[in-house]
């Protein structure tokens, strides 16, 4: 069975650091592009970061630049959002996202398969 699950979240206070990661099962991550996504509590979710098949091409939203950073592991098969510095602006569902093809976008529709979430709480 085809299975995104991500982990990692927690709560944090404002400059901490979290990893999360997006572990795949069913299908090997090498030929996916993924994205981590957000979502607060009323409202829309939104694209975090993305990381081509290949890693060669990353994209960033623009609130989250020199703070995220994404990468992979084919070997492990898991992808990872690495989150420094992080704000209470953060707090969100953080999901990552597969599509079977190439490229990067944080925009939710070119992704198909969807993992179930992990909370992120940033406070003091």
């Known amino acids: 069975q085809l299975q995104l699950v991500e982990s990692g979240g927690g709560l944090v206070q404002p400059g901490g650091s979290l990893r999360l990661s997006c572990a795949a099962s069913g299908l090997t991550l090498d030929y996916y592009g993924i994205g981590w996504f957000r979502q607060a509590p009323g409202k829309e979710r939104e694209g975090v970061s993305c990381?081509?098949?290949?890693?060669?091409?990353?994209n960033y939203h623009d609130s989250v630049k020199g703070r995220f950073t994404i990468s992979r592991d084919n070997a492990a098969n898991t992808v990872y959002l690495q989150m420094n510095d992080l704000k209470p602006e953060d707090t969100a569902v953080y999901y990552c996202?597969?599509?079977?093809?190439?490229?990067?976008?944080?925009?939710?529709?070119?992704?198909?398969?969807w993992g179930q979430g992990t909370q992120v709480t940033v406070s003091s």
């Open positions: 996202a597969a599509v079977f093809r190439s490229g990067c976008t944080i925009s939710p529709t070119f992704y198909n398969r």
């Open positions: 990381i081509s098949r290949g890693a060669g091409i990353t």
